[in-house]
C-alpha cells in the first residue's frame, strides 16, 4: 500500500512540475518583451532630449509632431538594418530545415547502413557475451 502511495506521489510531483513548467513556458517572451519596453522607452525619451537641443541651438521651435516623426523614422531604420534582418534568417533558416533542404536531408541508403552496422555491432556483441558465458561454464 505504501509502495503505490510513493508511486502516487511522485506521480503527482511529476504532474505538478509539469504543469508549472507549462505555465512559465512563456517567460522567455516576458523577458524579452520587458527589455523591448526599457530599450524603447529609453530612446523615446534620449531622442527628446537631443531634439529639444538641436532645436534650440537652431532657434527653432519645439514641435511634438516633428519630434513624433523624426523619431519614428530612426525606429524604423534601426528595424529595417537589424530587426528584419535577424528576423529573416530566423525565419528563413527555420523554414528551410522544415522544408527540408538537401543538406538537412539523410538519404534512405545511408540510414540503411547506419542501421546495419548498429545491428552488426549487436551480433558481434551478443557472440562475445556467450562465448564469455560458454568460459565460465
Do not use: C
Amino acid at each position: 500500500m505504501a509502495e503505490s502511495y510513493n508511486k502516487k506521489g511522485a506521480s503527482n510531483k511529476k504532474m505538478m512540475l509539469l504543469t508549472k513548467l507549462q505555465k512559465n513556458r512563456r517567460g522567455f517572451l516576458w523577458v524579452t518583451l520587458g527589455f523591448f519596453l526599457i530599450s524603447l522607452t529609453a530612446h523615446w525619451v534620449s531622442a527628446w532630449f537631443a531634439y529639444v537641443q538641436e532645436q534650440q541651438a537652431h532657434s527653432q521651435p519645439i514641435r511634438a509632431g516633428d519630434y513624433l516623426n523624426m523619431t519614428f523614422r530612426d525606429i524604423m531604420e534601426n528595424w529595417q538594418s537589424e530587426f528584419l534582418q535577424l528576423m529573416w534568417q530566423v525565419a528563413g533558416l527555420s523554414f528551410l530545415l522544415y522544408v527540408g533542404s538537401p543538406q538537412s536531408k539523410e538519404s534512405s541508403e545511408r540510414i540503411e547502413e547506419k542501421i546495419d552496422l548498429i545491428m552488426k555491432k549487436l551480433q558481434e556483441r551478443n557472440l562475445d557475451q556467450e562465448k564469455k558465458e560458454q568460459i565460465a561454464r
